[in-house]
């Protein structure tokens, strides 16, 4: 980079790409969280923090979109890092078993939201779904629920579909970290007597902390971005029992035309997002550095 001040010509195109779909629509929102446009006219008006104090003070519906966001986020991010971090350390070996295993569960990934939403909205109904169907036939009717429909558990019931969803892309993640490991560590600690727990803790687990980093980041991501899932299941109900952020603003901004207050709503969106994701790094680097 030094010899040739030319090669700072290939970060061109991607700067461009970047400022064009991600930074000026950035500045737009937030310069449109202070107006009451309609996204229909040419018109508005500045309103301050207006739409900001409303969405603290006033919306309702904006802090149970919240509350169900965070929801859905915890129970995505530990399943989702559980059970793929599980199934990579069993799947770890590159024998014909475990390769065909780790593109089975890879499979659902490449499938569409609206089919998998479609899929597992069949398989939750109540009358006619396998899942309540497979609890009766084997004495378990007391386990049957109206899995979408009952206020206390659709955000759940989603979320494992969620889960079941992305599992297998952040099983290739694990994998990965988990394969670049020494064998000769594993080895050494094995000479010193360690146990599978702390060769885990001690050796495993601090090495593949970069990997455990990005899934736990992206999964959060991910369950923040969740719009299409839960609004081609739900659309948001029962009775905005599993409205999210983003659900909202779409409803927001499209249904209702106040774009302007939906500009504020992704402002705030995007500032939950940084902040959970910069405390996740924090905690998870300590954690390595600890160890």
Excluded: C
């Amino acid at each position: 980079m030094k010899q040739s001040k030319w090669l700072y010509l290939f970060f061109v195109p991607g700067l461009i790409f970047y400022s064009i779909f991600f930074i000026l629509p950035t500045i737009s929102a937030v310069f449109y969280s202070f107006t009451d446009w309609d996204g229909l006219t040419t018109n508005f008006n500045f309103v301050g923090f207006e739409n900001y104090t409303n969405l603290v003070t006033n919306d309702s519906i904006f802090i149970k979109s919240m509350t169900n966001n965070l929801k859905f986020m915890l129970f995505v991010v530990v399943f989702q890092t559980l059970f793929s971090l599980v199934f990579a350390v069993l799947l770890v070996k590159n024998t014909k078993t475990n390769i065909f295993l780790r593109a089975l569960y890879f499979f659902p990934t490449i499938l569409s939201s609206v089919s998998v939403a479609f899929i597992w909205s069949y398989m939750y109904d109540p009358n006619l779904g396998i899942i309540n169907n497979l609890f009766t036939s084997v004495g378990l009717e007391m386990l049957a629920n109206n899995w979408l429909g009952d206020q206390n558990i659709a955000i759940y019931s989603i979320a494992f579909v969620q889960v079941w969803f992305h599992t297998g892309q952040m099983l290739i993640i694990f994998v990965a970290g988990l394969q670049a490991i020494p064998e000769d560590l594993y080895e050494v600690a094995k000479i010193e007597g360690a146990s599978r727990w702390q060769t885990f803790s001690k050796v495993t687990w601090p090495l593949i902390a970069p990997a455990a980093t990005i899934v736990v980041a992206y999964t959060t991501i991910q369950s923040f971005k969740a719009f299409d899932l839960i609004y081609a299941m739900t659309r948001g109900g029962p009775n905005y029992a599993t409205e999210i952020l983003a659900t909202h603003i779409y409803t927001t901004a499209f249904r209702s035309f106040k774009f302007g207050y939906a500009s504020a709503e992704s402002v705030i969106f995007m500032l939950v997002i940084a902040l959970i994701t910069f405390l996740q790094f924090r905690v998870l680097r300590a954690n390595r550095v600890e160890n």
